[in-house]
């Protein structure tokens, strides 16, 4: 009798299997879900106990439509030209699985190296995940380019709305910037009105550097220095929308939501992007290799309205409309406070 897998004895209809002389080396004809399939790999203790009978087989899913409803039956016929291949790789599947790693991980990474080894393309894996992550940050970096120093030489107020839609890269991680807030020279709320300090100097350099500081013990805000040296003048970017490596901004910021709680809050931009003040304060963002800033997409619609938690500045300057936000992405904060405004007076 067939030795069968543990779920074709939960339901399973019109599989067919070998078996061979060994009991240990019951190889499946058909395989009918991608459970079958990554089991038909973890049920051969290894490629020696294949034999010479298995050399050679292929397998298919049978024509009618199966499942026990709680698997996904293939849509695709699945083939291997050789069986040796496939089951080579078994001990090295369950040790990895023994770590988390899918089973059907490591099938699909053998399929991208051997020929003999095809797997049905509706098999989809983290490792089909990250090639399309690759893919999507080659397409972003191929097409928007670094920005220049010159940029950044302007009013943190006219450089602010122009950061809308850019992207931040930094590792494996591409964020586009949602919402900002602008803080200038004589402003009552800047970081630079006391002049310039160990903690503000990167203020004060050439606008186009990343002003990091470490708000309330535990937050890193990402600040984009503007102006020329001297100035004291940063935007601060308050909000991003995920683009490239969403596993990696979950895993820093300790949260599987894919909502915009995400990264709707300077503290959650500089978490998701792994900054520290002591580390890229004073980065320049122009360069690459680390954190940088890429050319990205103009809004088509913009939105204003006064900055958030500087209660402790003038009156005036709380009131100042000086914080600016994509119109209509859900990744902003605070939206109950802020309006539309006409892009020719920015």
């Known amino acids: 009798m067939p030795l069968l897998l543990p779920e074709q004895t939960g339901g399973m209809h019109g599989a067919c299997f070998m078996a061979s002389s060994s009991s240990s080396s019951q190889i499946p004809r058909v395989i009918t879900n991608r459970r079958s399939l990554v089991n038909a790999i973890l049920s051969v203790e290894s490629s020696a106990e294949i034999g010479e009978a298995a050399e050679g087989h292929e397998f298919q899913a049978p024509d009618r439509k199966q499942g ?14 050789n069986w040796e291949t496939a089951f080579a790789l078994s001990d090295s599947v369950r040790q990895k699985t023994r770590r988390k790693r899918s089973g059907a991980d490591l099938i699909k990474e053998e399929g991208a190296k051997n020929s003999n080894f095809i797997i049905p393309a509706n098999i989809t894996t ?5 090639h399309e992550e690759d893919a999507h940050r080659r397409e972003i970096r191929e097409k928007f380019k670094r920005l220049d ?9 006219k450089l602010a709305p122009r950061l809308l839609g850019k992207y931040l890269s930094k590792d494996d991680i ?16 800047c970081h630079g009105r006391a002049g310039c300090t160990s903690r503000t100097a990167p203020m004060f350099k050439d606008g186009g550097v990343a002003y990091v500081y470490l708000c309330y013990g535990m937050h890193n805000m990402l600040n984009v220095v503007a102006d020329k040296a001297g100035s004291g003048a940063a935007v601060l970017i308050r909000s991003c929308s995920p683009v490239v490596g969403l596993g990696m901004i979950q895993q820093r910021r300790k949260l599987t939501s894919v909502k915009p709680v995400l990264l709707t809050g300077p503290g959650k931009v500089g978490q998701a992007l792994g900054l520290t003040s002591s580390e890229h304060s004073g980065t320049p963002l122009y360069e690459p290799g680390g954190l ?14 006064p900055r958030v938690g500087i209660d402790y500045a003038a009156p005036e300057d709380v009131a100042a409309p000086w914080r ?22 920015l």
Not at 292 to 305: Q, V
Request: charged share 25%; hydrophobic share 40%; proline share 9%.
């Open 68 to 81: 026990s409803g709680f698997v996904e039956p293939l849509k695709k016929p699945v083939k291997m030209v």
């Open 126 to 130: 983290s490792f089909d995940k990250s």
């Open 149 to 157: 120093t010159k940029f950044y030489q302007c009013d943190a107020l």
């Open 174 to 189: 591409i964020l586009q910037i949602t919402e900002v807030e602008a803080y200038r020279p004589g402003d009552t709320a």
């Open 292 to 305: 940088e800033l890429l050319d990205g997409p103009k809004p088509k619609a913009i939105l204003a309205g």
């Open 324 to 345: 600016f936000a994509i119109a209509g992405t859900p990744w902003v904060t605070n939206r109950d406070t802020l309006e539309p405004v006409d892009l020719a007076d």
